[in-house]
């Protein structure tokens, strides 16, 4: 395997993850330490990513740029890169729209650059055969090839900028949008004295449901700060295809109402959830 | 067991199956043939419903009646036996807000009768096992010992009125909202080329996730007519309740744009009813 010099934006608990298998691939891979957490710091020496400081070092010195962060910064971190001139191979891999997509891809290529649209599916790519990174643009086979081989599965699924974001909205708009659904039914029934006799319900069609359930609610307070933007996101990519967005313009005000509870050392109640979820 | 004279409006699939399942429990079961469909005389018969011909009869006859229609009907149907001065007990049985449901127990209090809120979970009630009539309400108790006994589980879940259509409402958020989401989420991924990586993707997580969904999908459009009231009351239903009432909004419209689909001989293929979803 030849060795890409590839930098990631930034290495949080997904992007150390996914630079990590980068380098298992062959890839020498750098991050920017200026500005960023003590536990970033730690996370990237723990999976012994080179320190370019600067995110203008890391532009200068790396072929590649791949972002990695919450879907609201996306194109604040895009910005900053095009910013420093960089004229590589630019990977989004976060949760935003399609349209978005496009639309980096057009200010890449005016910078003389390439941009390919990517979209990760599964949690932290720790272990093979869990987490999946889409790529589509017109250097996206290409790039696939160098960033394959680690525990990330890496797919191009076309030339078109837009479709591995597409792809990942939709996957996300059932897994993401069906939790956010799930709480808000809860809350209600909470609401109306009905939550026991609800769940005695769903026992009937599955008996795993209701604690399944409970344990999924619980779990998301952790990543909802981070799901409010990417459900807009998805809300945004529905209407652009014609689809009604208002699922996920309340899942956003769900996962909004829950913003804060990842403050805790440990997961919250699902009472003290939904009574956040209930607002007259 | 001593037998009550129960009038049921109207003997449609769902409601035929009720009527015959308070005949088995021992009860004398009669309707209302009047401006009813050729449809509905021949399942009323099958079924050895008495005729009372009007409903104003009905209501002069019976002690009880059962309403089973789609929702929008609902406060229509109340309406017109509140009209002919019926004092007996009234069960609303049909997908309503408990906000309607408290309001029309008001209205049958002070008409001298009583009010049973009432939801229905599951299909035509014809094995044990798989259909529920949960009511609520000052002599829920008392009518459900008389409704029980057939095929059709009823239970009481309290004497407020309300509660019974709050689970209705609940329940059917998840298993009709879903329905209704799943169909966004492929007509989007249509629009974008990303259907077959979308289910490819969905296999990884379960591998009947596709077809299962793709079936339901096609079987749903049958009913969508009548489920768009149906949302529109789960979306009151949580915004009463201080919860995001926009899954349901969007469940309703997806419902709308099905609508009249139904009219064929066999069920739409998949790829008809997407192109419907897609409205720009």
């Known amino acids: 395997m030849s060795q890409s010099r590839i930098g990631i934006l930034h290495p949080g608990n997904m992007g150390v993850s996914v630079a990590a298998s980068f380098k298992?691939?062959?890839?020498?891979?750098?991050?920017?330490?200026?500005?960023?957490?003590?536990?970033?710091?730690q996370r990237a020496q723990d999976a012994g990513l080179n320190d370019a400081v600067t995110v203008r070092a890391l532009c200068e010195t790396c072929s590649i740029i791949v972002s990695v962060c919450p879907p609201h910064?996306?194109?604040?971190?895009a910005s900053e890169v095009l910013g420093y001139g960089f004229n590589g191979h630019y990977v989004d891999a976060n949760a935003i729209s399609p349209q978005i997509a496009v639309s980096l891809d057009v200010l890449f290529a005016s910078a003389g650059g390439s941009f390919v649209d990517g979209g990760i599916i599964g949690g932290p790519a720790w272990t093979s055969g869990n987490t999946w990174l889409y790529l589509s643009g017109s250097t996206a086979a290409e790039i696939a090839s160098i960033l394959a081989g680690g525990a990330l599965g890496v797919a191009c699924i076309g030339e078109v900028p837009g479709k591995a974001s597409a792809l990942k909205m939709c996957y996300a708009a059932y897994s993401k949008g069906t939790t956010a659904l799930l709480a808000?039914?809860?809350a209600a029934a909470t609401h109306y004295g009905v939550r026991e006799e609800l769940e005695d319900q769903w026992a009937q069609d599955d008996p795993d449901f209701s604690e399944q359930t409970l344990a999924r609610i619980r779990r998301v307070t952790a990543k909802a700060w981070r799901y409010i933007g990417e459900m807009q996101e998805i809300s945004a990519t529905f209407q652009?295809?014609?689809?009604?967005?208002?699922?996920h313009l309340a899942a956003a005000?769900?996962?909004?109402?829950?913003d804060g509870l990842e403050q805790r050392s440990e997961l919250p109640s699902l009472e003290e959830i939904l009574l956040r979820l209930i607002q007259p």
Chains 1, 2 share one sequence.
């Not at 298992?24 to 710091?41: I, P």
């Not at 652009?240 to 699922?247: Q, R, S």
């Not at 005000?253 to 829950?258: H, K, N, V």
């Open 24 to 41: 298992t691939a062959g890839n020498e891979v750098l991050w920017a330490s200026d500005g960023r957490s003590e536990a970033t710091r």
């Open 73 to 77: 910064a996306a194109r604040d971190v």
């Open 184 to 186: 808000a039914i809860l």
């Open 240 to 247: 652009a295809a014609g689809v009604p967005g208002e699922f």
């Open 253 to 258: 005000e769900i996962y909004r109402r829950m």
